[in-house]
């Protein structure tokens, strides 16, 4: 994974552990795009039309939580949802992922 950002790598490691069934898809992963505030990573995969659903999340304390989707069994993308202000960002949520300090308690 090390052709992604450090952030997106650290939390899908988090989100996907060895073993995940999702997890062979994360060699060929890439970024399509990202949210200018840092909360969103979506990847490059085949259109889609399909539902989208959550197939790994993590709380992040009481601050929110980190979501990946997949759509039609292909991950889509990346999400922190933020309870709080500011809003946390994907290195935020990576780090508390990893049980390193930081804002998220």
Same mark, same amino acid.
Do not use: N
């Given at each position: ?26 060699? &060929?992963? +890439?970024? !399509?795009?990202?949210?200018? /505030?840092?909360? @969103? ?9 399909? #539902? ?19 759509? &039609?069994? +292909?991950? !889509?993308?990346?999400?922190? /949802?933020?309870? @709080? ?9 990576? #780090? ?10």
């Amino acid at each position: 994974m090390s052709h992604l950002p450090p952030d997106v790598t650290h939390a899908l490691d988090a989100l996907l552990p060895e073993g995940h069934p999702l997890r062979p898809q994360l060699a &060929d992963l +890439r970024i !399509a795009s990202r949210c200018t /505030c840092g909360c @969103t990573a979506h990847f490059t995969g085949p259109g889609s039309t399909g #539902r989208a659903e959550i197939v790994a999340e993590s709380a992040l304390g009481y601050d929110g939580e980190v979501l990946l989707f997949a759509e &039609d069994g +292909r991950l !889509a993308w990346l999400e922190v /949802c933020s309870w @709080t202000d500011p809003k946390l960002t994907l290195d935020e949520a990576a #780090r508390h992922l990893r049980g390193e300090p930081g804002r998220v308690d």
